[in-house]
């Protein structure tokens, strides 16, 4: 069961939108203001999470964040480069039918 936490302290901790560990979803805003793109994101992370394990998927994540600020890229760079937020990156638009929210 997934379950999503809004207006949540600890995405705005880190200055994020959403974070999501394992099946629990925290979102920065407040359950209105949660669009579709950010939802099918963060449950893309869920379903990653479900398939690959969630210490692997710990250590996957972080791994080629690190690997990627060891090149140089910035912190935008190096989050954008990892394999797991590309995937989710694509779930975002899938089966998209505008920009609606919620």
């Given at each position: 069961?997934?379950?999503?936490?809004?207006?949540?302290?600890?995405?705005?901790?880190?200055?994020?939108?959403?974070v999501t560990i394992y099946n629990h979803i925290f979102y920065s805003?407040?359950?209105?203001?949660?669009?579709?793109?950010?939802?099918?994101?963060?449950?893309?992370?869920?379903?990653?999470?479900?398939?690959?394990?969630?210490?692997?998927?710990?250590?996957?994540?972080?791994?080629?964040?690190?690997?990627?600020?060891?090149?140089?890229?910035?912190?935008?760079?190096?989050?954008?480069n990892i394999s797991y937020e590309i995937e989710a990156r694509k779930?975002?638009?899938?089966?998209e039918g505008g920009g609606s929210r919620k």
């Amino acid at each position: 069961m997934i379950k999503e936490h809004y207006n949540h302290w600890f995405p705005k901790l880190i200055n994020a939108r959403s974070v999501t560990i394992y099946n629990h979803i925290f979102y920065s805003l407040p359950e209105e203001l949660v669009y579709t793109r950010l939802r099918r994101h963060e449950m893309e992370h869920v379903k990653q999470y479900k398939r690959d394990g969630f210490f692997r998927f710990l250590l996957r994540y972080f791994y080629e964040y690190f690997i990627n600020r060891f090149k140089g890229v910035s912190h935008y760079e190096a989050y954008l480069n990892i394999s797991y937020e590309i995937e989710a990156r694509k779930a975002e638009s899938a089966n998209e039918g505008g920009g609606s929210r919620k």
